[in-house]
């Protein structure tokens, strides 16, 4: 599981990386990336709605993606991602779930 610096937690945070950050998008998850330039861990946030599924299928969907964003790292520092989960990321394997993730960091971050 990703460690409390690698977690965004403010809502401000948030609004921030998706407004400002480059987005990127694919079937199953839409990526904003936004380098802040700061000197601390790179920070994931996660938003699932509930047009992805019920309680324990949006809970479901964020551990895997967590899961994802952990064999992430190492990425540099200063970097906040915000991932977005779109319905069809409910049926997907995590495979799929891991490749989309890292194709988008990769455009992103890299």
Do not use: W
């Not at 998706?18 to 079937?27: A, N, S």
């Not at 601390?40 to 324990?56: D, E, M, T, Y």
């Amino acid at each position: 599981m990703l460690a409390r610096p690698h977690r965004l937690v403010r809502g401000s945070d948030y609004r921030m990386v998706v407004r400002r950050g480059r987005r990127y998008g694919g079937p199953r998850l839409v990526v904003s990336v936004l380098d802040t330039g700061e000197q601390r861990p790179v920070r994931f946030g996660f938003i699932v709605s509930k047009q992805v599924g019920n309680a324990v299928t949006r809970n479901t969907v964020r551990r895997r993606l967590k899961d994802a964003c952990a064999r992430q790292l190492p990425l540099p520092d200063g970097v906040d991602i915000v991932i977005r989960a779109l319905p069809s990321a409910a049926e997907a394997p995590f495979v799929d779930l891991l490749s989309d993730l890292g194709r988008a960091v990769d455009r992103g971050v890299r």
